[in-house]
């Protein structure tokens, strides 16, 4: 019997990842030439969303001036960090174009895959995700923010998204969770087809009705999309508008690989003081730069590997030309990599003392986005 290994297990991902390979074996697209509207966000100008399955329909929705829908999820646990924030900005930036935005707590896959409790996970989404998301600017309307182990106050929406969970069930086989997931433990499956339900849940009567949704992810969470694709293609009523998806680099941690929760000296958390986080980019930033500075000097750095101008890069330089000067100047030698950390810290703790007031003031905010 051949054996075919799942080629990312949304619940493990390994630290390397091959973007490319990923998407040719997925048989997702690169990300194409889009409108103005979409330029003007870094993180579409500069390649950091990379690629996307349907993406059209949710361009011709904004062209049509269409309602549609994006809808993303979060796993609360531990410090909300940059690499949340990069998925906060995709949020609010579709709030601006007039997206419908409903965004899930997957409260019962952090249960089942991480064996947190439902409780544990409430005060992390509330405290971590939802206080950040506030002060970085997702406003309340049109913004429905729920728990997976609490859809809504009414019961006939409640229902409908559970109950579409099991008429996912009943339409998905075992093989081909297995294909996608490879084995995996009851409780993840039934965390996946949850997923499912959180995807395609706006488009039920109850909710929207038929609508273009878009699903801004990580490319580890592309299997959830495959299997939410294909089994909402089998169903005839209701009849769904297949699912758009867009996936984003990983804002790299500070010592390369991913940025991760549970590893507080690969991250910079939204809540680090100044001082944290100028000790934490001089001791711990991946630097492209050369081990002496003769050597520097003379060949020069190299900022594609280097910790510190991805951050600037996808964060905190939006000005390209400022950017290109910083890029070209490490390149050559004539910026130093404790030049370019210091860059970076200025910009950053400003951010985040900014950051940090506005968050005091999301407190009383938070009931607006939940208990709809
Ligand atoms: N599985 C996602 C994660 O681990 C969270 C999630 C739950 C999600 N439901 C979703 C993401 C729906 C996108 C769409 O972070």
Redesign the pocket.
Known sequence: MSKKEPMIN?WDISEKINYGKLMKEFGISPMKSLPKAFTKNILFRRGIVFAHRDFQRILEAIRDKKKFVM?????PTGKFHLGHALVAQQMIFYQSLGAELYI?V?DI?AYNARGQSIEESRKIAIEEYIKNYIALGLKPQNCEIYF?SDRSKDGKKSNAYYRLQNLLAKHSTFNEVKAIYGEISPGKMLSALL?GS??LHPQLKEFEGAIPVV?P?GID?DP?LRLARDISKRIKSPKFIQLSSTYHMFLPGLKGGKMSSSDPSSFIALTDSPKEVESKIKRYAFSGGKDTLEQHRKHGGNPDIDVSYQYLKMFFEPDDTKLKKIHDDYKSGKMLTSELKQILIKKMTAFLQEHQKKRKLAEKQIDKFIYK
Do not use: Y
Request: glycine share 6%; no cysteine.
């Open positions: 949304p809808m993303t999820g979060l796993m899930a997957a896959e997976q997923q959180d995807m699903v992810v969470q959830h």
